[in-house]
């Protein structure tokens, strides 16, 4: 299946998305890019904020660009990988049976398939900036991310039925 018909599909079943994608085996270079996919489209998603409030304060926009670039394509993944490896030393204390592999599918996958979220955060964040609209749109994206994330740390670690 295409990314977006898998984005589209864990909307309807997370748990079944991340079974298939562990279905095709461990690959570090699939993992790899799709936490690098999801940093790419916070970054994204970050610039219209970005350019309101450079253009608020009366500031340049590219030094704001530039440290939103390094923290996202940079550091984050790094923080992401390293999230990936407590989350699954916490499940392995439970009893959970999976591989750090599939703990960072999980992860990576929550991370991207929320990710038009994000986008719509983005843009309120810009459009409108700080406010109920923009907390509630945060809140959402938060609780779909959480959802995806837990339904697929658990087919990851337990194999429990999408």
């Given at each position: 299946m295409s990314l977006t018909r898998e984005i589209v599909a864990t909307y309807r079943g997370p748990g079944a998305v991340?079974?298939?994608l562990l279905s095709q085996g461990p690959r570090e270079d699939r993992a790899l890019m799709l936490v690098m996919a999801a940093c790419a489209i916070f970054f994204i998603a970050q610039m219209p904020?970005?350019?309101?409030?450079?253009?608020?304060?009366?500031?340049?926009?590219?030094?704001?660009?530039?440290?939103a670039l390094l923290a996202w394509l940079i550091i984050a993944p790094l923080l992401f990988y390293a999230l990936a490896a407590v989350t699954h030393f916490i499940?392995?204390?439970f009893g959970g049976k999976g591989t750090g592999y599939g703990a960072r599918l999980a992860l990576f996958w929550s991370l991207?398939?929320?990710?038009p979220l994000v986008l719509l955060n983005g843009l309120a964040a810009g459009?409108?900036?700080?406010?109920?609209?923009?907390t509630l749109v945060g809140l959402v994206w938060f609780a779909v991310f959480l959802w995806f994330w837990i339904r697929g740390l658990s087919v990851a670690e337990r194999g429990a039925p999408a």
């Open positions: 991340v079974r298939r904020a970005l350019a309101r409030q450079a253009h608020l304060d009366g500031s340049a926009l590219n030094p704001k660009l530039g440290g499940a392995r204390i991207l398939a929320a990710s459009l409108i900036g700080p406010g109920p609209q923009l």
